[in-house]
């Protein structure tokens, strides 16, 4: 016999070489049935496993709380797609298939060029698969039988992943019914056990991601433990998709995108009112927190940025120009001219911290296959503050920027989680800075009581940074705030102070933005708002409505009295019917629509139709103004966020 302990601190006795499946038996009837695979002393093995020593096991079901079991369900399921795909297009060869969050994809090499139409067809071979309970064995190879064994099925890609392989290395395959696939595992007993899935999206891909490698034909899939997670997960798909940033931004006049700029974004008139109020915001906040702005260049030259760091490290991401025989680069990065600035004069220590905010214009070289609406351009707004301070005000100054991210997110309505990325492996600098700084951001952390994720070796190349990602209203996460401490960059462009003592001393660096990158926000806001931003940030907060043309005059006298106040006012004066004036104001998503009539001339007041709401209400003209100046003021959240 041979002791388990299990993951609730209880103990077993089982048989030796007993398997895992055999020890969820013992456990219970139901666990065995959900059992997908086991965590043996923290490594994943299958059901069939052998345990033969004394060990620690978990039994991993599709509800384990680290999301293993969800992520076995979804690399099995995409096996079971090749396999599918195999059997419907004989020929096509197999090159990966992973798991991925919410589902699974494979790339294939295939003469058959996949359309939208060949989906369900794949689909109801899958599920055929799963009616059959093929049982999903693993087999371990020498490297030798390994290669010859699919070099027999002619696969091209998995021959070239084992050539890859150390020559000692013992390969695993995974056999279900005549399918055959390389892989590390663990995978499902059974294909029984795969019922909720569906696949959705066609791409193409580059073996190994490498343009210069053949273009290989991807398929994404989706796949659940319960149909009902399947069902709630493709209605947040068909959410996301009525909210594009894309789709709205276009419908709504925000912004545009054309081949003439690729990557580079149009802002319109209406978009322009929305940036201006992020930005006047921005500026409103960090004057109260002491911050001062600057405005640094756009192009600045290439000896700035060896002396950065930058043309070493970022080099592949920047654009560049000749000026008067001399090598320039558009800036990628605000960094460099806050350097330059904090350069000018001479400081003591008196004058720290000095905390100098920039709304600045970066370039950076993104490849066309990643650009993507506002959320990846070429060009955009980075809300940036580097601050300069003493060592003994690090702890300080990371604890109130901290409490400035959490101050802005929570005015938007966003919830957020942290990610601490430690030491990359193209760094500057030495070791023992790297873990000054890395602890301190570790201490302010644990300072504002917040749990954080380690994402090791995901620094920046000069320091280590706090990553704040929103949650918007369909739990999708976006990177936004970014903190960075930064020993390095004072040393390289010899940044001073003169201390207490009248001896010259290196001050200590923070970078952090909040919003990130302006238009990545705005993209981020119209999607979470479904573009019916609240009162305060709507590029027309009020659409007066005349009835018909003798109602004119009453509505022009309100919209002044409303610009007085500093709303922003738009008159339909159109010879239209008044439903349809509303629907569109609706359709616009405008905060507020004041119908205007007989009624409303004679008695000098308005009836106000809110967005999102059907019922409308009439009151005077003074009253609506303090709503709206109000609603202004507190910056009041939408009730809403999925009205149409």
């Known amino acids: 016999m041979i002791k388990v302990s299990l993951l609730d601190g209880s103990e077993r006795f089982i048989e030796e070489g007993s398997t895992i499946l055999d020890l969820a038996a013992s456990i219970s009837e139901g666990l065995a049935?959900?059992?997908?695979?086991?965590?043996?002393?923290?490594?994943?093995?299958?059901?069939?496993?052998?345990?033969?020593?004394?060990?620690?096991?978990?039994?991993?079901?599709?509800?384990?709380?680290?999301?293993?079991?969800?992520?076995i369900l979804r690399h099995s399921t995409s096996h079971l797609m090749a396999q599918a795909v195999?059997?419907?297009f004989p020929g096509t060869q197999l090159a990966i298939g992973p798991a991925i969050a919410h589902g699974f994809y494979y790339d294939f090499d295939s003469e058959h060029v996949f359309v939208p139409e060949d989906l369900p067809a794949i689909e109801a071979?899958?599920?055929?698969?799963?009616?059959?309970?093929?049982?999903?064995?693993?087999?371990?190879l020498p490297r030798k039988d390994a290669l010859a064994l699919f070099r027999e099925r002619r696969e091209a890609y998995k021959i070239e992943l084992i050539n890859d392989l150390p020559e000692e290395t013992t390969i695993s395959v995974y056999r279900q019914g005549t399918f055959v696939d390389l892989c590390r595992g663990p995978h499902v007993p059974s294909t029984?056990?795969?019922?909720?899935?569906?696949?959705?999206?066609?791409?193409?891909?580059?073996?190994?991601?490498?343009?210069?490698?053949?273009?290989?034909?991807?398929i994404y899939g989706?796949?659940?433990?319960?149909?009902?997670?399947?069902?709630?997960?493709?209605?947040?798909?068909?959410?996301?998709?009525?909210?594009?940033?894309?789709?709205?931004?276009?419908?709504?006049?925000?912004?545009?995108?054309?081949?003439?700029?690729?990557?580079?974004?149009?802002?319109?008139?209406?978009?322009?009112?929305?940036?201006?109020?992020?930005?006047?915001?921005?500026?409103?906040?960090?004057?109260?927190?002491?911050?001062?702005?600057?405005?640094t260049p756009i192009i600045l030259s290439r000896t700035l940025w060896e002396e950065s760091g930058h043309w070493d490290h970022y080099k592949d991401n920047m654009y560049f120009t000749r000026i008067d025989d001399r090598d320039f680069a558009v800036k990628p990065m605000n960094c460099p001219g806050g350097m330059i600035v904090y350069k000018s004069k001479i400081h003591s220590y008196r004058d720290l911290p000095l905390r100098c905010g920039e709304l600045g214009l970066v370039h950076r070289h993104e490849m066309s296959g990643t650009l993507h609406g506002l959320l990846r351009v070429r060009n955009f707004t980075?809300?940036?503050?580097?601050?300069?301070?003493?060592?003994?005000?690090?702890?300080?100054?990371?604890?109130?920027?901290?409490?400035?991210?959490?101050?802005?997110?929570?005015?938007?309505?966003?919830?957020?989680?942290?990610?601490?990325?430690?030491?990359?492996?193209?760094?500057?600098?030495?070791?023992?800075?790297?873990?000054?700084?890395?602890?301190?951001?570790?201490?302010?952390?644990?300072?504002?009581?917040?749990?954080?994720?380690?994402?090791?070796?995901?620094?920046?190349?000069?320091?280590?940074?706090?990553?704040?990602?929103?949650?918007?209203?369909?739990?999708?996460?976006?990177?936004?705030?970014?903190?960075?401490?930064?020993?390095?960059?004072?040393?390289?462009?010899?940044?001073?102070?003169?201390?207490?003592?009248?001896e010259k001393h290196r001050p200590v660096?923070?970078?952090?933005?909040?919003?990130?990158?302006?238009?990545?926000?705005?993209?981020?806001?119209?999607?979470?708002?479904?573009?019916?931003?609240?009162?305060?940030?709507?590029?027309?907060?009020?659409?007066?409505?005349?009835i018909s043309d003798r109602h004119q005059a009453y509505g022009a006298e309100v919209a002044e009295d409303l610009k007085d106040a500093d709303i922003r006012v738009e008159e339909d004066v159109r010879r239209e019917k008044i439903n349809y004036k509303i629907r569109e104001a609706q359709t616009e998503k405008i905060?507020?629509?004041?119908?205007?009539?007989?009624?409303?001339?004679?008695?000098?007041?308005?009836?106000?139709?809110?967005?999102?709401?059907?019922?409308?209400?009439?009151?005077?003209?003074?009253?609506?103004?303090?709503?709206?100046?109000?609603?202004?003021?507190?910056?009041?959240?939408?009730?809403q966020h999925t009205e149409t």
């Not at 086991?38 to 039994?59: C, Q, R, S, W």
């Not at 798909?237 to 789709?247: F, Q, V």
């Not at 119908?595 to 709401?613: A, F, Q, W």
Request: glycine letters at 6%; aromatic letters at 10%; one cysteine or more.
């Open 509 to 546: 660096m923070i970078h952090r933005v909040v919003y990130g990158s302006l238009e990545r926000f705005i993209a981020l806001l119209i999607e979470h708002y479904a573009g019916a931003f609240p009162v305060w940030l709507a590029p027309v907060q009020v659409r007066i409505l005349p």
């Open 86 to 88: 195999q059997n419907l």
């Open 591 to 639: 905060p507020f629509a004041l119908i205007i009539g007989d009624r409303e001339v004679e008695n000098r007041c308005v009836t106000l139709r809110r967005y999102g709401h059907k019922d409308s209400v009439t009151l005077p003209v003074a009253e609506f103004r303090e709503l709206v100046v109000m609603e202004n003021a507190l910056r009041t959240l939408p009730t």
């Open 125 to 140: 071979e899958m599920k055929r698969l799963v009616r059959e309970e093929l049982p999903v064995t693993r087999e371990e």
């Open 222 to 295: 989706l796949a659940f433990a319960k149909e009902s997670d399947l069902t709630s997960y493709l209605h947040r798909l068909e959410e996301a998709k009525r909210r594009d940033h894309r789709k709205l931004g276009a419908e709504l006049e925000l912004f545009s995108l054309y081949e003439e700029g690729p990557g580079f974004p149009f802002f319109h008139p209406k978009g322009m009112v929305l940036r201006t109020m992020l930005e006047e915001f921005w500026r409103k906040e960090h004057r109260k927190r002491g911050y001062q702005e600057i405005k």
């Open 192 to 218: 029984k056990r795969l019922k909720v899935f569906k696949l959705h999206t066609l791409a193409g891909s580059y073996w190994r991601g490498d343009a210069k490698n053949k273009m290989l034909q991807r």
């Open 382 to 502: 980075q809300d940036d503050a580097h601050i300069f301070m003493l060592p003994s005000q690090i702890i300080d100054e990371l604890v109130g920027v901290i409490d400035l991210v959490d101050y802005f997110y929570k005015v938007f309505g966003f919830e957020y989680h942290v990610e601490l990325s430690t030491k990359p492996e193209n760094s500057m600098g030495s070791q023992e800075t790297w873990d000054m700084a890395t602890l301190a951001l570790q201490e302010a952390l644990q300072r504002r009581n917040l749990d954080y994720k380690i994402n090791v070796g995901d620094g920046a190349f000069y320091g280590p940074k706090i990553d704040f990602h929103v949650k918007d209203c369909l739990e999708r996460t976006w990177q936004c705030g970014t903190i960075q401490l930064d020993f390095q960059m004072p040393e390289k462009f010899d940044l001073t102070y003169v201390g207490e003592d009248g």
């Open 33 to 71: 049935r959900k059992a997908l695979a086991g965590k043996v002393n923290g490594d994943l093995k299958d059901l069939e496993f052998p345990l033969t020593d004394e060990a620690a096991v978990e039994i991993v079901t599709p509800e384990s709380e680290t999301g293993d079991g969800l992520e």
